[in-house]
Structures are given as structure tokens and as C-alpha cells.
């Protein structure tokens, strides 16, 4: 158990809906990244949040968005939803601002119907 | 060209064999490496952890550092079944921008009985 954990662990949704992923980030941890994994591809870096603050951006659709709260969980809303977003969605956090010994939850899979 | 490369494989061996797996980079910021194991469709599992040129070893695994020629490896003594997965190289820099995880595509392990 890596101390990281994300909800809901499956999803299934129609197209042009909007969803939220959840993660609880290790405790202590102030950093938390979002990456996107779709099918037999590598992860793809979405953002970071360092202690609330937006720290780092990748190639994140407008349609997303995430958030960190001050109890340091985050939310990413993933909105106008298509099939090419079918995906793992992975939530990891580090201590710091730099990702070192960082700990992955165990992901929300994402169907888009 | 990706700031990191790493062979997807597949790479298969038998049971008992030294497995070596390996990753280059071209973003000489990167000071953070790590190693991360990947069962099918679950979260990393962060596996090595090293910040310095040289050699680090836990177990039956070996991180190996080269900053000079900007190459990382991977060395699992040993291999059992168990440890076919995906592993995934990855690393970090102190600089703003580059303090999240960056990583390679990984590679397809299989370890044959």
C-alpha cells in the first residue's frame, strides 16, 4: 500500500458528460501530480499542485481541470467528456516540490461510451 | 527527440538470469532517478531511488547512475516470474518546469520459468 488513494477505482460515463477523480495524497506529502495512461501507452504528465498552488502544467486538455484543498487532496474534473479519454488516471504525491521518491496510487480507470 | 529513451521491448528471459534494463536522457538538469515497476493496469511501484552517479543496491536490484553519459540502468539479479511487469525509468530536476516526473515509455518484462 503505497499511501496514496484515489477514487472511484473504476468509472464508466457517456460522452459529454463530466466526471471528478479524487486522491488522498500520502501524509505529509504537499506535492501531488495527476498523469494519464491510456492503453499500452506511458504516462503522460498532467499537473502538479505543490501545497495548494499549481505548480506545473503538461499537456492537459482545457477540458480538465484539478485542484489541491487545503487537507492537500485533489481533484481533477475531466469535463465534455470524449471517447479518446478513455484512460488510467494516476494521482502520486512526494514530500517536496521536487518529485523525488514519489508514491502512485492505484488509479481510476476511465471508460468513455 | 524524447527527453528520455527507453527500449519498450518486450524483452523476455529465463527464470534465474541477470535482467538489465536501461534509459538515456538529454535534459542534463535531470538529478533525480528512479526506478518504477508496473503490474498490468495498477499504479508504479516506486522500486530504486538515486540522486548520484554510481551504483546503489537493495536486494536483488541495482540502480546504476552515468551523469557524464546520461544513462541510467537497471539490474534485477535472480529474476523470478514474479517480476514480469513493465519498468518504467524515470526522473526529476530542481529546476522550475522540470520538478515532475519525467518518464521513459518502459519496457515489457518477461520472466520465463
Known amino acids: 500500500d503505497s499511501g496514496v488513494t484515489q477514487t472511484p477505482k473504476h468509472l464508466i460515463t457517456a460522452t459529454g458528460q463530466r466526471v471528478t477523480l479524487r486522491c488522498s495524497p500520502r501524509s505529509g506529502d504537499l506535492s501531488v501530480y495527476w498523469y494519464q495512461q491510456s492503453l499500452d501507452q506511458g504516462l503522460q504528465f498532467l499537473i502538479q499542485?505543490?501545497?495548494?498552488?499549481?505548480?506545473a502544467k503538461g499537456n492537459i486538455l482545457e477540458r480538465f481541470s484539478a485542484q489541491q484543498f487545503p487537507d492537500l487532496h485533489s481533484e481533477l474534473n475531466l469535463s465534455s467528456l470524449e471517447l479518446g479519454d478513455s484512460a488510467l488516471y494516476f494521482c502520486?504525491?512526494?514530500?517536496?516540490?521536487?518529485?523525488?521518491?514519489?508514491?502512485f496510487g492505484q488509479g481510476t480507470r476511465l471508460t468513455v461510451v | 527527440q524524447k527527453e528520455v529513451e527507453q527500449d519498450p521491448g518486450p524483452l523476455s528471459v529465463p527464470e534465474g538470469a541477470i535482467v538489465s534494463l536501461n534509459c538515456t536522457y538529454s535534459?542534463?538538469?535531470?538529478?533525480?532517478f528512479m526506478w518504477y515497476r508496473q503490474y498490468s493496469r495498477k499504479g508504479p511501484e516506486l522500486l530504486m531511488y538515486t540522486y548520484s552517479s554510481g551504483n546503489k543496491e537493495d536486494g536483488r536490484f541495482t540502480a546504476q547512475v552515468d551523469k557524464s553519459s546520461k544513462y541510467i540502468s537497471l539490474f534485477i539479479r535472480d529474476s523470478q516470474p514474479s517480476d514480469s511487469a513493465t519498468y518504467l525509468c524515470?526522473?526529476?530536476?530542481?529546476?522550475?518546469?522540470?520538478?515532475?516526473?519525467?518518464f521513459g515509455t518502459g519496457t515489457r518484462l518477461t520472466i520465463i520459468p
Open positions: 535534459n542534463s538538469a535531470f538529478q533525480y
Open positions: 499542485y505543490y501545497n495548494g498552488e499549481e505548480r
Open positions: 502520486a504525491s512526494s514530500l517536496g516540490v521536487v518529485a523525488t521518491e514519489a508514491f
Open positions: 524515470a526522473m526529476s530536476s530542481p529546476n522550475f518546469g522540470n520538478e515532475k516526473l519525467t
